[in-house]
């Protein structure tokens, strides 16, 4: 059974940082895309960032570039967000999803929710003003 776990989420500042973890198992981790997705009441879920099966390509959303990093641990089986500059549009509850693919074929592709089987319970960050 695959499972992911999201971690890391909590209240910070505006500015501030968090580090987002997502662990896996029951999957070839080496052979699965991950991808970053966020959620606000009463919205769908925005992809927030994504990275190969191999590492090799990395997707971020404008809202997001410059300000986020997404890397992941093959000895671990871990994907990692690490989220700077943090601010208050930010706050969202952060899932993390995987597909038994390498990558993309688009630079769009990675957003569509629908396109995910696999998925976390969702972590929450708060970044207050």
């Known amino acids: 059974e695959v499972q992911l776990q999201a971690s890391g989420g909590g209240l910070v500042q505006t500015g501030g940082s968090l580090s987002l973890s997502c662990a896996t198992s029951?999957?070839?981790?080496?052979?699965?895309?991950i991808t970053w997705f966020r959620q606000t009441p009463g919205s769908g879920r925005e992809g927030v960032s994504s990275?190969?099966?191999?590492?090799?390509?990395?997707y971020y959303a404008d809202s997001v570039e410059g300000r986020f990093t997404i890397s992941r641990d093959y000895a671990k089986n871990t994907v990692y967000l690490q989220m700077n500059s943090l601010k208050p549009e930010d706050t969202a509850v952060y899932y993390c999803?995987?597909?038994?693919?390498?990558?993309?074929?688009?630079?769009?592709?990675?957003?569509?929710?629908?396109?995910?089987?696999?998925w976390g319970q969702g972590t929450l960050v708060t970044v207050s003003s």
């Open positions: 029951g999957l070839s981790f080496a052979d699965y895309a």
């Open positions: 999803a995987a597909v038994g693919m390498s990558g993309w074929s688009t630079n769009d592709e990675w957003k569509k929710s629908i396109y995910y089987p696999n």
């Open positions: 990275i190969s099966s191999g590492g090799g390509a990395i």
